[in-house]
């Protein structure tokens, strides 16, 4: 397997040095270089301030990664990021996302159901990209207040020992999303925490060891995985929300039952 590069300026040369592919009936090639162009243009007619650009590649630069921070669309936790995932070698679709970076740590957050599309190198994708991003970039407001409100939603639901044990064998086991080196560096986490997230015993300080130990990702997989770790954890509170309703209104019935008695 080809060496995953993360540094930065390394994995840019890298991805702009690999030749784009040929443009044939069924497949349309998307170049790494449009797709900075276009999100740096966008950022610029945007009105935001751009803060960090970072790249990382695989496959000797066919399979590419760029994240954008923006410091101006940001609270005291978390900025704005923005970010792309494209092939050359057709192993992977055209993806781009909204996210954030976490202040404290640099952990991703991305959302695939807002400010997100993903699309095959095929028919009309040339045409697509540039007005899908531009019009995405300029949403990048909505889409942090929707994050900003996952965050706080995470925050309300406590992760115990029995809760922690369950998310992670999940995220292993079932989903097979995190690896088992990422399982250890879990477990380190929540014995020893490398940041505060200032919910201590949360869902969103357990989400947060998650996305610290998913930093080892590879470039293939970073934005899928992220993507399908917010989904399992917002679906995770929103199970918890629906047992505890469920717990409530059978308290309600039991209760409403014994006063009918006397």
């Known amino acids: 397997m080809k060496r995953a590069i993360t540094n930065a300026v390394e994995a840019r040369n890298t991805m702009l040095s690999a030749p784009i592919p040929q443009e044939t009936k069924t497949y349309k090639p998307v170049s790494h270089q449009e797709l900075i162009d276009l999100t740096l243009e966008s950022i610029y007619q945007s009105g935001y301030k751009l803060e960090s650009q970072n790249y990382s590649t695989a496959r000797e630069g066919n399979v590419a990664n760029g994240r954008y921070?923006?410091?101006?669309?940001?609270?005291?936790?978390?900025?704005?990021?923005?970010?792309?995932?494209?092939?050359?070698?057709?192993?992977?679709?055209l993806k781009f996302a909204l996210g954030t970076s976490i202040i404290i740590c640099s952990n991703g957050m991305v959302k695939g159901d807002h400010g997100a599309f993903r699309k095959k190198h095929q028919g009309d994708i040339q045409t697509f990209t540039p007005s899908a991003i531009s019009e995405y970039i300029k949403g990048g407001g909505d889409a942090f207040q929707t994050l900003q409100s996952d965050r706080d939603t995470l925050k309300q639901y406590?992760?115990?020992?029995?809760?922690?044990?369950?998310?992670?064998?999940?995220?292993?086991?079932?989903?097979?999303?995190?690896?088992?080196?990422?399982?250890?560096?879990?477990?380190?986490?929540?014995?020893?925490?490398?940041?505060?997230?200032?919910?201590?015993?949360?869902?969103?300080?357990?989400?947060?060891n998650v996305t610290f130990a998913m930093k080892q990702s590879h470039p293939s997989d970073w934005m899928q995985d992220h993507i399908d770790v917010h989904n399992f954890f917002l679906d995770h509170t929103g199970n918890l929300n629906k047992e505890m309703q469920e717990d409530a209104d059978t308290f309600a019935a039991v209760l409403s039952n014994q006063l009918n008695m006397f």
């Open 69 to 93: 921070t923006i410091a101006n669309v940001a609270d005291s936790e978390m900025k704005l990021q923005i970010g792309w995932q494209n092939s050359y070698d057709r192993s992977l679709s």
């Open 158 to 208: 406590e992760a115990t020992d029995k809760v922690q044990a369950e998310v992670i064998g999940r995220l292993f086991l079932q989903e097979e999303i995190i690896s088992s080196s990422q399982m250890n560096i879990i477990k380190k986490e929540l014995n020893v925490p490398t940041h505060n997230y200032g919910a201590q015993g949360s869902m969103w300080e357990l989400y947060n």
